[in-house]
């Protein structure tokens, strides 16, 4: 099958001159919660807790995912009625959006938002809705129609506990919801800029269907669907094809987003898209080398799947020290996009990019 090597893959262009480093944020804000008629809070009232105002001098990476976790964690809870009608599809939603997880879309979301200058309070509908839309792009995978699995975060999977069809509507209705949030007004705390955050989400809006779609992470799936089980040899640039948009995209999603809600130039966003880029290609290599060097308990999920799938992998091509030295690469790269920010606000974001290439599970 002939694939024209797309615009995203073109993930480790450099850029020759630095960025002045980002403007310094602006000092957070308190905002008081609030009931609705569901007896849900407000989604406006969490965001005044999406972040401290000032980062500790030494970068507690642990912390900072803890932290951006629980908010993120709160958002998610809030957004999705429980017991209320129709009772099977709201259980099934919450079930998968609050399985756990590391939030790290979320925290790129949140962290791209703050390298720009940004208040992270700005972005945490955004946060909340990326981390919808990757829960979604998980239940669907797990489909037996997919890669038909089991366990997922350590759980058994949605269609296991609630059957396919109600799964697939999960699917269907976490990506309406996560329009709903990034669009809903109430969404976001007061103090954004009247004049130019409607224009903001707008093109934050058009970056999240885009990543997803028949551009993006759906556009990953099919050709990995193809590609899984065949018996001609997969050339290194459709897996990468595969990769940079079955993962990567959202990845992009997640941080490019955040960088508009911010209030990011054109060049900020574009470099934090370069990053995103390499470290979105750099999780799928890490997992592909987890799958086959892990256990099912320490991953959350089946390991060895993909071998037993003969699914196209990283170290099923380059083997296994070729493909850590590829992560080492992708790794640079991405430092290399943070070279122009603010170090302090760049600190999440670096350790982001570190986190992903040395996880564990």
Not at 54 to 82: C, H, K, Q, W
Not at 132 to 154: I, K, N, Q
Not at 167 to 195: C, I, M, Q, R, W
Request: charged content about 20%; proline content about 6%.
């Amino acid at each position: 099958m002939a694939m024209a090597f797309h615009p995203l893959a073109a993930s480790r262009v450099r850029l020759a001159p630095l960025l002045p480093a980002a403007a310094a944020a602006a000092p957070s804000s308190s905002s008081v919660a609030a009931h609705h008629h569901h007896h849900r809070r407000r989604f406006s009232a969490i965001v005044a807790t999406a972040a401290p105002a000032s980062a500790p001098t030494v970068f507690d990476f642990n912390a900072y995912m803890g932290e951006r976790a629980e908010t993120v964690n709160r958002a998610l809870d809030a957004a999705i009625p429980a017991g209320e009608p129709p009772a099977a599809l709201h259980e099934a939603m919450r079930y998968s959006l609050l399985a756990g997880g590391k939030r790290v879309r979320p925290a790129l979301c949140l962290a791209a938002c703050g390298v720009v200058g940004g208040r992270e309070a700005w972005a945490l509908a955004p946060a909340a809705a990326v981390e919808m839309v990757h829960t979604m792009s998980l239940v669907h995978d797990d489909l037996p129609c997919m890669d038909d699995d089991d366990l997922r975060r350590g759980k058994p999977t949605c269609h296991v506990v609630y059957g396919e069809p109600i799964a697939v509507l999960t699917g269907d209705a976490l990506l309406s919801l996560a329009f709903h949030h990034v669009a809903s007004v109430g969404s976001y705390p007061p103090d954004v800029d009247p004049e130019k955050h409607p224009a903001r989400v707008v093109r934050a809006i058009f970056e999240l269907a885009r990543c997803i779609g028949s551009e993006g992470l759906v556009a990953g799936q099919v050709v990995d669907l193809e590609m899984t089980g065949t018996s001609e040899v997969v050339p290194l640039e459709r897996l990468e094809y595969i990769h940079l948009h079955k993962t990567a995209a959202l990845l992009e999603a997640s941080v490019v987003i955040g960088a508009i809600i911010g209030g990011g130039t054109d060049a900020q966003i574009e470099r934090l898209r370069k990053y995103a880029r390499s470290i979105g290609l750099l999780f799928q290599v890490v997992d592909d080398i987890l799958d086959v060097t892990k256990s099912s308990e320490e991953l959350g999920k089946t390991a060895g799947k993909d071998l037993a799938t003969d699914k196209t992998t990283y170290p099923k091509l380059l083997g296994l020290e070729k493909s850590r030295e590829f992560a080492e690469k992708l790794l640079s790269d991405a430092k290399e996009q943070l070279a122009g920010f603010d170090k302090e606000k760049a600190a999440p974001l670096l350790h982001l990019a570190y986190y992903i290439a040395h996880r564990q599970n």
